[in-house]
């Protein structure tokens, strides 16, 4: 806990971040032409690099899971696709050794898995994690306001995964059970609420339903 300011402090030498994320519903796809919206799991290394492995939702009803780098869209999943009713694992792993970032996809429902592994070769790179963001985003190109949400959403199992020190390929993740809001200073409201923010087996899971919310998610114990 960080005294000062209150708030939860991230924990050192994170390696990976992991959810779940169950697709509830369809809630009628409201998006403007040539926009997005984005469902995220998302990890911050020390220097702030972001790492995304998101659920992205078009204005043209082309929804995908997409691999991010550094803001960069890096990999679309083609086997694993978003299905209302599924629950999706979804992993990003720092691998120092192999000097790679680890993407993994896997349906619960199926059990398909898909796995994109990104080299970044000679890249000055710390693989250490340094934050992590849960929770949506508006790409909006025809204005400069956020629109209903597409779909009906459950986060749970929301982790942090540390390298075992004796065996560099192994991840043992631990459960996150803290959130602080993430401001984005503009006063905005969105068309968004979130609910059930509780934990369950240790970790804080929440749901996103359509609402009014000016303030992100609260969680701490």
């Given at each position: 806990?960080?005294?000062?300011?209150?708030?939860?402090?991230?924990?050192?030498?994170?390696?990976?971040?992991?959810?779940?994320?169950?697709?509830?519903?369809?809630?009628?796809?409201?998006?403007?032409?040539?926009?997005?919206?984005?469902?995220?799991?998302?990890?911050?290394?020390?220097?702030?690099?972001?790492?995304?492995?998101?659920?992205?939702?078009?204005?043209?009803?082309?929804?995908?899971?997409?691999?991010?780098?550094?803001?960069?869209?890096?990999?679309?999943?083609?086997?694993?696709?978003?299905?209302?009713?599924?629950?999706?694992l979804r992993m990003i792993m720092m691998?120092?050794?192999?000097?790679?970032?680890?993407?993994?996809?896997?349906?619960?429902?199926?059990?398909?898995?898909?796995?994109?592994?990104?080299?970044?070769?000679?890249?000055?790179?710390?693989?250490?994690?340094?934050?992590?963001?849960?929770?949506?985003?508006?790409?909006?190109?025809?204005?400069?306001?956020?629109?209903?949400?597409?779909?009906?959403?459950?986060?749970?199992?929301?982790?942090?995964?540390?390298?075992?020190?004796?065996?560099?390929?192994?991840?043992?993740?631990?459960?996150?059970?803290?959130?602080?809001?993430?401001?984005?200073?503009?006063?905005?409201?969105?068309?968004?609420?979130?609910?059930?923010?509780?934990?369950?087996?240790?970790?804080?899971?929440?749901?996103?339903?359509?609402?009014?919310?000016?303030?992100?998610?609260?969680?701490?114990?």
């Open positions: 806990m960080d005294k000062r300011q209150g708030n939860p402090l991230f924990p050192g030498g994170v390696a990976a971040i992991s959810d779940i994320i169950k697709i509830v519903a369809d809630m009628g796809n409201h998006i403007p032409d040539k926009s997005w919206m984005l469902y995220l799991l998302e990890l911050f290394n020390i220097r702030n690099n972001p790492i995304e492995l998101n659920l992205i939702c078009q204005f043209d009803n082309q929804d995908y899971f997409e691999a991010i780098f550094q803001g960069v869209n890096r990999y679309r999943f083609k086997k694993v696709l978003p299905v209302v009713g599924h629950s999706y691998y120092k050794k192999n000097r790679l970032i680890r993407y993994s996809l896997t349906d619960q429902i199926n059990g398909d898995t898909e796995i994109f592994d990104f080299p970044l070769d000679k890249m000055n790179f710390d693989y250490v994690g340094g934050n992590q963001f849960t929770g949506i985003e508006w790409w909006n190109k025809t204005g400069n306001f956020p629109y209903s949400i597409r779909y009906n959403i459950e986060v749970s199992q929301l982790m942090f995964g540390f390298l075992d020190k004796t065996d560099p390929e192994s991840i043992t993740f631990v459960p996150h059970n803290s959130l602080i809001p993430n401001n984005d200073n503009s006063g905005a409201a969105y068309p968004v609420s979130f609910q059930n923010i509780m934990l369950k087996d240790g970790c804080v899971c929440y749901s996103v339903e359509p609402g009014n919310c000016s303030n992100g998610i609260h969680y701490n114990i």
